[in-house]
């Protein structure tokens, strides 16, 4: 019999983790450095973070990710990645204070890449001191120039500070200023693995063959082999790539909601934070119907409610490209 694997745990990901867990114990002792995961879009890469995240006991989180949205805007990502801290910059010196100001466009001076990045290690620094940090972002390969600069300026220089940083980035799509960091790659899951993984997810006892075509066509890839059959399943072969079905099959439960939950999935997608606060605002009141159908979908793509709006990769790219957003 299959065995399941306990609530939280990652199938297949023993490695990754340990070595997470490693980088994670180092920042705690005082030696910080920087750590990138290369693999292809639904290999586990965001699922890999957040296991991080839950299981790094004693340190902050500190989240960041790029989008192909904000890739022309200097600096974008780096914001989003010093928010949670900037309680702290009244601690820091002068210099350094006025140059993050010039940097996220509260002054019109040219930002110096280098004189920002210091300013931001020193940022990091100051709050390190009270509660070691682990900093996590997200799609790397979406980074704006500017930002991914400084990053990896930050994870370079990190040898004597309580802060760990991991990115996750998809090959091929990677930034260069990454190329000389510690990386690690997250490749597909073992046949033994694979069937794990369905068994844990599958609702039904899969027929031998169902099985074995669904791990033939999701090759290892995670994500596949838990939306598949939610996309069709057993399409003729042909030369899309694994993430490109899965997206087909978002594409069409989006498409299938009503006009006012795809609104509602637009606008949070548009929202990184997962801070339903900041949607409040701009969301009007649903029927409850469309709440049904919301708290539906999210039971099926395995979102969280805590109660933010957070799903896989594709969700938010799909909605954001839907031909129908609703009005």
């Given at each position: 019999?299959?065995?399941?694997?306990p609530?939280?745990?990652?199938t297949?990901?023993?490695?990754?983790?340990?070595?997470?867990?490693?980088?994670?114990?180092?920042?705690?002792?005082?030696?910080g450095?920087?750590?990138?995961?290369?693999?292809?879009?639904?290999?586990?890469?965001?699922?890999?973070?957040?296991?991080?995240?839950?299981?790094?006991?004693?340190?902050?989180?500190?989240?960041?990710?790029?989008?192909?949205?904000?890739k022309?805007?200097?600096f974008?990502a780096?914001?989003q990645?010093?928010?949670?801290?900037?309680s702290?910059l009244?601690?820091?010196?002068?210099?350094h204070?006025?140059?993050?100001?010039?940097?996220?466009?509260?002054?019109?001076?040219?930002?110096?890449?280098?004189?920002?990045?210091v300013?931001?290690?020193?940022?990091?620094?100051?709050?390190?001191?009270?509660?070691?940090?682990?900093?996590?972002?997200d799609?790397?390969?979406?980074?704006?120039?500017?930002?991914?600069?400084?990053?990896?300026?930050?994870?370079?220089?990190?040898?004597?500070?309580?802060?760990?940083?991991v990115?996750a980035?998809?090959?091929?799509?990677?930034?260069?200023?990454?190329?000389?960091?510690?990386?690690?790659?997250?490749?597909?899951?073992?046949?033994?693995?694979?069937?794990?993984?369905?068994?844990?997810?599958?609702?039904?006892?899969?027929?031998?063959?169902?099985?074995?075509?669904?791990?033939?066509?999701?090759?290892?890839?995670?994500?596949?082999?838990?939306?598949l059959?939610?996309?069709?399943g057993?399409?003729?072969?042909?030369?899309?790539?694994?993430?490109?079905?899965?997206?087909?099959?978002y594409?069409?439960?989006l498409?299938?909601?009503?006009?006012?939950?795809r609104?509602?999935?637009?606008?949070?997608?548009?929202?990184?934070?997962?801070?339903?606060?900041?949607?409040?605002?701009?969301?009007?009141?649903?029927?409850?119907?469309?709440?049904?159908?919301?708290?539906?979908?999210?039971?099926?793509?395995?979102?969280?409610?805590?109660?933010?709006?957070?799903?896989?990769?594709?969700?938010?790219?799909?909605s954001?490209?839907?031909?129908?957003?609703?009005?």
């Amino acid at each position: 019999m299959t065995s399941v694997r306990p609530p939280g745990q990652l199938t297949g990901r023993q490695g990754e983790i340990a070595r997470l867990t490693e980088v994670a114990a180092d920042a705690r002792a005082g030696r910080g450095g920087g750590l990138v995961l290369r693999g292809e879009a639904g290999m586990g890469k965001s699922a890999l973070l957040d296991h991080t995240r839950r299981t790094a006991a004693g340190m902050r989180a500190v989240r960041a990710s790029g989008s192909q949205y904000e890739k022309e805007l200097p600096f974008a990502a780096l914001h989003q990645f010093c928010l949670p801290i900037l309680s702290y910059l009244a601690y820091l010196p002068l210099q350094h204070r006025e140059v993050l100001r010039n940097a996220f466009g509260l002054v019109t001076d040219v930002p110096d890449v280098f004189r920002v990045g210091v300013a931001v290690l020193e940022l990091l620094s100051r709050a390190a001191h009270e509660q070691a940090l682990l900093c996590l972002i997200d799609d790397a390969h979406w980074l704006d120039t500017a930002s991914a600069k400084v990053l990896a300026f930050l994870a370079r220089r990190l040898a004597c500070e309580p802060v760990a940083m991991v990115f996750a980035v998809r090959p091929g799509h990677a930034r260069r200023e990454l190329d000389e960091l510690p990386g690690l790659s997250v490749g597909g899951l073992s046949d033994a693995d694979a069937r794990t993984l369905l068994a844990a997810r599958s609702h039904a006892t899969l027929d031998d063959r169902v099985r074995q075509r669904l791990m033939a066509e999701a090759r290892g890839n995670p994500l596949a082999l838990l939306e598949l059959p939610a996309a069709g399943g057993f399409a003729p072969p042909d030369t899309s790539s694994v993430p490109t079905w899965i997206d087909r099959g978002y594409q069409a439960r989006l498409d299938g909601l009503p006009a006012g939950a795809r609104l509602l999935l637009t606008v949070a997608s548009t929202d990184p934070t997962g801070d339903p606060g900041l949607r409040q605002p701009k969301l009007p009141r649903y029927s409850p119907e469309v709440i049904l159908v919301i708290s539906r979908l999210a039971d099926l793509l395995g979102w969280s409610v805590d109660p933010k709006v957070t799903g896989p990769y594709s969700l938010g790219k799909c909605s954001q490209k839907s031909p129908r957003p609703a009005m």
